[in-house]
């Protein structure tokens, strides 16, 4: 789809986990708890590729990475296993773990009546939200529970865009992962990446997180000032 050059930005989908707030840290954690229950050292490397994935394709890759072989019921066992652990550590997250400049950038979107969605592979989102003090400052919220594709399908973002009714090319994506980045791409959507250049070397831009990230930069990354 060719991106629409003309129009500035109408709305800003942004991902959960590593835009918003360092949950990627606890899904680590609770994963390598549960690798290491199947020998399995989980690295760095990777959890780089875990995320924006769902649980359940996660709990996967991890028995794949391992080399066993459970039944789908021991999977969902094991995943939700995971989940309380991650659950666990998520009770200590509070306003103050925002990551740098999101409140900011949140703050100036809504002052320019430009629209916000999330766009989160996670079932947990509303508890983290709320958790953070954001329950309603998003326009849309669509997460793991309300699709069937987990990125880089790009199904969270397209549904995201047609309930703040924003056409695609007018919305840019704000994500950590490999695999949001593709799916905001696969959306026709613009791509911002925070975090590592060489992993999220498809993103139209990456920072190194969304300290300085403003209205006016994203609208120059869209093509307009
Ligand atoms: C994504 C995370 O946002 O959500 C993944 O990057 C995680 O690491 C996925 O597996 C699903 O999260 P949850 O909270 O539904 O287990
Ligand atoms: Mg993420």
Redesign the pocket.
């Known amino acids: 789809m060719p991106l629409d050059i003309m129009h500035k930005i109408e709305g800003v989908i942004f ?4 835009v918003i707030v360092d ?2 840290q606890f ?2 954690a609770a ?1 390598k708890k549960l690798a290491k229950e199947w020998g399995y050292a989980l690295s760095l490397e990777n ?1 780089e590729q ?6 359940m ?2 709990v996967r890759k991890i028995a794949h990475w391992a080399g066993v072989h459970p039944t789908e019921e021991k999977l969902a066992q094991v ?1 939700k296993q ?2 309380d652990t ?2 666990k550590l998520c009770g200590q997250l509070t306003p103050d773990y925002l990551l740098p400049g999101i409140a900011d950038l949140l703050a100036q979107l809504k002052a320019n009546k430009v629209r916000i969605a999330l766009g ?6 509303h508890f ?1 939200l709320k958790k953070l003090g954001l329950s309603t400052v998003f326009d849309v919220v669509v ?3 309300s699709v069937i594709h ?2 880089p399908n790009p199904e969270v973002f397209l549904k995201a865009a047609r309930l703040m009714k924003v056409l695609p090319q007018n919305c840019v994506v704000i994500e ?2 490999p ?2 980045i593709e799916a905001a791409l696969a959306a026709g959507m613009h791509a911002v990446g925070l975090g590592n250049p060489n992993e999220l070397y498809k993103a139209h831009v990456v920072l190194p997180n969304a300290t300085n990230l403003t209205m006016k930069q994203l609208n120059i990354i869209k093509g307009v000032a």
């Open positions: 991902d959960l986990d590593g949950t990627a899904h680590y994963w959890n875990l995320k924006g994935v769902s649980r394709d996660s995943a995971k989940n991650y659950l989160s592979a996670s079932k947990n989102a983290v997460d793991g529970n987990s990125k950590d992962a695999a949001g």
